[in-house]
């Protein structure tokens, strides 16, 4: 899969590094706040983040092809639409 670099300020955080703090987010239950005060608590990120940084890794590519990879390797048959949307265009298909 092709990524488009994208336009604006370089990123603070690796792609990994994304993909490391929404996993922890979302096995922890946290709110976008708590995770990016957990962040700076436990040196997660060389960078301190905001609770605006947390909630725009669920929209970064390099994100979604991180945990894309690491759900197909541990749930088999993991289908994805181009569109991301979890609809497929045939309704025999599941995810």
Do not use: C, W
Request: charged content about 25%.
């Amino acid at each position: 899969m092709k990524i488009k670099e994208e336009q604006g300020r370089k990123s603070k955080l690796t792609p990994q590094e994304k993909a490391y703090i929404l996993i922890i987010k979302e096995y922890l239950g946290l709110s976008n706040r708590e995770t990016a005060e957990l962040a700076s608590l436990l040196n997660l990120t060389k960078e301190e983040i905001s609770y605006k940084t947390v909630e725009r890794l669920y929209s970064h590519p390099h994100v979604f092809v991180i945990l894309y990879n690491l759900l197909s390797k541990t749930v088999g048959g993991l289908k994805v639409d181009a569109v991301m949307d979890g609809l497929f265009p045939s309704s025999d298909q599941a995810l």
